[in-house]
């Protein structure tokens, strides 16, 4: 990461010997996106990808995406 001036957002373990350094906010988002991500592949079309057409995937991941948020 340090070589293509990457910000690591992952902490490091807790028994690591040395600590590298990370951005909590950007941590708490990329966990807020991971969560999103679980929650889409809760949906079996979704996960298994049963539309031919990318439009009516997305279409799918839309509805999905409008449930997730209302329950």
Request: proline letters at 3%; one cysteine or more; glycine letters at 2%.
């Amino acid at each position: 990461l340090a070589d293509r001036k990457i910000e690591a957002c992952i902490p490091s373990k807790s028994n690591r010997k040395i600590q590298t350094p990370h951005d909590r906010l950007l941590y708490r988002k990329r966990h807020k996106i991971e969560n999103m991500f679980g929650k889409l592949k809760d949906w079996r079309r979704i996960h298994t990808r049963y539309d031919r057409c990318a439009h009516t995937f997305m279409s799918a991941i839309a509805i999905a995406a409008i449930v997730i948020f209302w329950i």
